[in-house]
């Protein structure tokens, strides 16, 4: 089995909310990746951990806070989000933190910030 | 400057024809290679990778790519297009070294459109 699942598959929120995105993977993996797209843009790198902690953060402003409470969940919590930031975030999973491991994605939560 | 170009940015093919989608890489070491496909409102699914041996890889859905190192090139081949295989795809690279471990770098993408 070589799923990550997401949730939700779409988020609308306003700039004062706070949301929370999902991500989940059981194939043992040990990194886990958070990605965002843009509509006909490549996915960029966010976050990535490995073995639950933090080990690139790509300058991402702070209003994004990922965590990753276990080795098979991923979260990405958003706070007084920017209509900017509307975009599909993927996260993606390895089985080790090597330039050779295998990226596995999941199907994005497709947010909108109004 | 180091980077991964697709060179065409939108290509249409006629259902049954072949198809040849364009990578090239620019890095002073042979990354390793990547190619993904992204259906509309999807993530992304590995067709292939090359790391190193033979230089003509097989990969899902009737999907190759050859490594040619001369030409720092490695372009994805289909020789039957299906309408189904109309999406984004994307050339990605990894580079060797404990400092890049956790970064795929993604060329800029793309578009297959198919014809009936």
């Known amino acids: 089995d070589t799923e990550v699942t997401q949730t939700p598959k779409h988020l609308v929120m306003g700039m004062t909310n706070k949301k929370s995105l999902k991500c989940e993977q059981h194939?043992?993996?040990?990194?886990m990746y958070w990605y965002k797209q843009k509509a006909k843009k490549p996915p960029e790198l966010m976050f990535v951990y490995s073995y639950e902690k933090l080990s690139i953060n790509e300058s991402v402003p702070s209003r994004f806070s990922p965590e990753c409470p276990n080795s098979s969940l991923l979260n990405l919590h958003l706070h007084a989000l920017q209509p900017e930031d509307s975009a599909l975030y993927l996260c993606?999973?390895?089985?080790?933190?090597?330039?050779?491991?295998?990226?596995?994605f999941g199907p994005g939560t497709r947010l909108t910030v109004l | 400057a180091q980077s991964v170009t697709q060179p065409d940015i939108h290509i249409t093919v006629s259902e049954g024809a072949s198809l040849e989608l364009r990578c090239n890489y620019s890095?002073?070491?042979?990354?390793?290679l990547f190619w993904y496909v992204q259906s509309p409102g999807q993530g992304l699914q590995l067709l292939l990778k090359?790391?190193?041996?033979?230089?003509l890889v097989q990969g899902i859905k009737g999907f190759e790519a050859e490594f040619k190192r001369s030409q720092s090139s490695f372009n994805l081949r289909k020789p039957s297009v299906h309408w189904s295989d109309a999406a984004e795809y994307f050339c990605a690279v990894a580079l060797p070294g404990s400092s890049n471990t956790g970064k795929l770098i993604f060329g800029q993408g793309t578009t297959l459109q198919v014809k009936p």
């Open positions: 194939m043992g993996h040990r990194a």
């Open positions: 090359y790391f190193s041996g033979d230089t």
């Open positions: 993606a999973s390895s089985q080790g933190y090597g330039s050779t491991d295998t990226q596995y």
């Open positions: 890095y002073g070491a042979t990354p390793y």
